[in-house]
């Protein structure tokens, strides 16, 4: 028996083929393929291009939070009082770039004196790019947006929000609790809106082993802005805000 003989089926007749075995794919196959491929480089110049353009934001803050709360709302007030006060200490305020949550971030890092850097996503709706950035950078995949808002973030303030904002808050909770990530201050806004989830990792995760009790812990519930800030401070105040050694190779391999 030859080497080919010991070959499956399905790989030594196509051997046999030679040539013309590649011939045989279906150019519907071949066009999907090539398509593929760009999309690769295509989302490879995505992080290429925000690496470069982020790379000097530091020390920065990730505010999370609902692109539908109108401005005359209190969470939107509250946003923008929180980013004021986060600028003017020194951070530059990141956020999704868009209305709601997200403007009221923006407007108040830019009316401090810190940079506002919006992380804008392509969506069908929704998602318009609000008027207080100094950095606005799109994407068209959440991923790369989401590497990038962990990539800066020395803190990260979630306000009340839907779908988006939790799966924020989860990447950053998951990324955290299994080390992929260096802990930093991951601040809730709202204590009585998020009283419910919380509840539920509890009474639910941490009782059915699901979690580790101290997995909750990784998570702040401050309503006041000026302990926003004072949280964040008080987590560096030892170590500096550069990242160690060891989290910079975390980041790095993120």
Known sequence: MNEKDKLPKSVSKSLGKGAKGLE????????????????????????????????????????????????????????EKIARLLSDAGFSVVSGGGPGVMEAANKGAF?????SIGLNIQLPHEQKANHYQDISQSFRHFFARKYMFVKVAAAYVVMPGGFGTLDEL????TLIQTGKSPRIPL???????????????????VAENMINPEDV??????????????????????????????????????
């Open 170 to 173: 989860l990447e950053a909770l």
């Open 187 to 205: 601040i809730l806004v709202g204590s009585e809106f998020w009283a419910g989830i919380l509840g539920w990792f509890r009474e639910r995760l």
């Open 24 to 79: 045989a794919v279906p150019p519907q196959q071949a066009s999907t393929s090539a398509r593929e491929a760009w999309r690769v480089f295509g989302i490879m110049a995505e992080f290429v291009e925000a690496t470069e353009r982020l790379a000097t934001v530091r020390p920065a803050v990730s505010i999370f939070g609902s692109a539908r709360i109108t401005r005359d709302s209190h969470y939107y007030q509250l946003t």
């Open 217 to 254: 812990d990784l998570l702040q519930v401050i309503d006041d802005p000026e302990g926003v800030v004072a949280a964040i401070f008080d987590h560096y105040e030892a170590r500096g805000f550069g990242p160690l050694p060891e989290e910079h190779e975390l980041l790095l391999n993120l």
């Open 111 to 115: 009316e401090g004196k810190s940079m």
